[in-house]
T-cell receptor
Framework: DAGVTQSPTHLIKTRGQQVTLRCSPK?????VSWYQQALGQGPQFIFQ???????QRGNFPDRFSGHQFPNYSSELNVNALLLGDSALYLC??????????FGPGTRLTVL | GENVEQHPSTLSVQEGDSAVIKCTYS??????FPWYKQELGKRPQLIID?????GEKKDQRIAVTLNKTAKHFSLHITETQPEDSAVYFC???????????FGSGTKLNVKP
């Protein structure tokens, strides 16, 4: 079991560009949550996907959107990138009565 | 929404001493309180968790206590070792698979 995987590992973009991050959940998990972790801070909840629908959303603008596929994998899209979007983006997978497992993250740098 | 506060932001102890990290939360609907350890450049890893129907839980050198009335919970690490050095995050949630609200983190440094 590979656990939660994310791609790419690192990404450099310029302001105004768009980015797509990908996550594959741990085997047996059907729920995917995305978090943004700025340097020196705790992760902040972006949104959660279950059964291909956005189930919960944190306090992030509409520039942040996502998708979940029938195989439970998920994408996070960010449009019109700002310098402040530079962060580690963590994906976590879970299911009822199971703990959330975090992926290794994607380090996004916006120049 | 939920607000989780964590103290201290940094903690330095001598190897073998105990370390205590404290968190408070605001939403009485929170029932699940995990603690994560994050080493530099790595993913957060669950080290212990507690649910609101339990006041204390222990796993070897690590223990967590919860006071639901006062809305605070604490992580206790005994006999600290240099490999315990990392950033520790507390979190609160309605359940283990719901969205987590994280504290700001505590950087623990265990000096050999």
């Amino acid at each position: 079991d590979a656990g939660v995987t994310q791609s790419p590992t690192h990404l450099i973009k310029t302001r105004g560009q768009q980015v797509t991050l990908r996550c594959s959940p741990k085997s047996g998990h059907d729920t995917v949550s995305w978090y943004q972790q700025a340097l020196g801070q705790g992760p902040q909840f972006i949104f959660q996907y279950y059964e291909e629908e956005e189930r919960q959303r944190g306090n992030f603008p509409d520039r942040f959107s996502g998708h979940q596929f029938p195989n439970y994998s998920s994408e996070l899209n960010v449009n019109a990138l700002l310098l402040g979007d530079s962060a580690l983006y963590l994906c976590a997978s879970s299911s009822v009565n199971n703990e959330q497992f975090f992926g290794p993250g994607t380090r996004l740098t916006v120049l | 929404g939920e607000n989780v506060e964590q103290h201290p932001s940094t903690l330095s102890v001598q190897e073998g001493d105990s370390a205590v990290i404290k968190c408070t939360y605001s939403d009485s609907a929170s029932n699940y309180f995990p603690w994560y350890k994050q080493e530099l450049g790595k993913r957060p890893q669950l080290i212990i968790d507690i649910r609101s129907n339990v006041g204390e839980k222990k796993d070897q050198r690590i223990a967590v206590t919860l006071n639901k009335t006062a809305k605070h919970f604490s992580l206790h690490i005994t006999e600290t070792q240099p490999e315990d050095s990392a950033v520790y995050f507390c979190a609160a949630s309605e359940d283990n698979f719901n969205k987590f609200y994280f504290g700001s983190g505590t950087k623990l440094n265990v000096k050999p």
